[in-house]
């Protein structure tokens, strides 16, 4: 019986790997987490992070990069593995462009990875068949911009909770939707996480879905660690114009 799950298991990664295509590069590899849920009183390690000011978050060119960059460190921002499950695995790799794909039932909780303010949400899901990479693979999705400053991704949604919208302000851990196989999920329960740097704030749909590998921080978030992405995401915005 142990062996028929595992083999499953397998076959439903790989068909969802393969949905995403070849993966462009290959992080250290280890164990499939099981996720650990953060507790309220669970206190912040001191982290590189860049307080934004949700009114006034500029779109990150090289300019403005340097604006942010310059900005003190924040130290309270607390960041928590994004989905609230007892059974939840991820791997390390992910096809085309750095992301990661948490895979759990659907129906789990998808909450904030780290208290900001609601950039874009999609409820309905216009993804068709076959149809070329675009703004609709993922499905009903939530973006947010964290008080870092870092643009946290969440698609693939069964539902996006009730008043979660573009603008809203939301607390690190709140619950934003539900695991789902919405968009371009090949029929596999899964959240597609992206990380990446505001830039255009909305619309930059190859930028939103992600430009820097997550696993690493998954990792250290699913054992209450917190780890910080702040210094990753500036790089690759001054690196790449913004530009995926």
Request: hydrophobic residues 35%.
């Amino acid at each position: 019986m142990v062996r028929v799950r595992t083999l499953a298991s397998v076959s439903v990664l790989a068909l969802c790997l393969a949905g995403c295509g070849a993966p462009e590069s290959t992080p250290s590899q280890g164990t499939p987490p099981q996720f650990v849920a953060p507790t309220p009183t669970e206190s912040a390690l001191a982290g590189p992070g860049v307080p934004v000011t949700p009114s006034a978050v500029p779109s990150v060119t090289p300019s403005a990069s340097k604006k942010v960059a310059a900005t003190p460190a924040k130290a309270d921002v607390r960041r928590v593995f994004p989905v609230k499950a007892s059974n939840v695995a991820f791997y390390p790799t992910h096809g085309k462009y750095p992301a990661t794909d948490i895979f759990a039932d659907c129906g789990a909780p998808v909450v904030a990875t780290t208290s900001g303010v609601v950039l874009e949400v999609s409820r309905t899901d216009r993804y068709v068949e076959g149809s070329p990479d675009g703004p609709n693979n993922g499905g009903l999705s939530v973006s947010l911009l964290g008080d870092d400053g870092v643009r946290y991704y969440g698609s693939h949604l069964s539902r996006v909770q009730s008043g979660i919208r573009a603008g809203v302000r939301v607390t690190s851990g709140q619950r934003l939707g539900a695991v789902g196989r919405t968009g371009n999920a090949n029929d596999v329960c899964h959240l597609h996480f992206g990380i990446s740097p505001p830039c255009a704030r909305t619309g930059d749909w190859k930028v939103r879905r992600g430009v820097i590998w997550p696993a690493d921080y998954l990792t250290s978030w699913r054992k209450k660690g917190n780890k910080s992405p702040v210094s990753k995401v500036l790089a690759w915005a001054k690196s790449h114009d913004c530009k995926a």
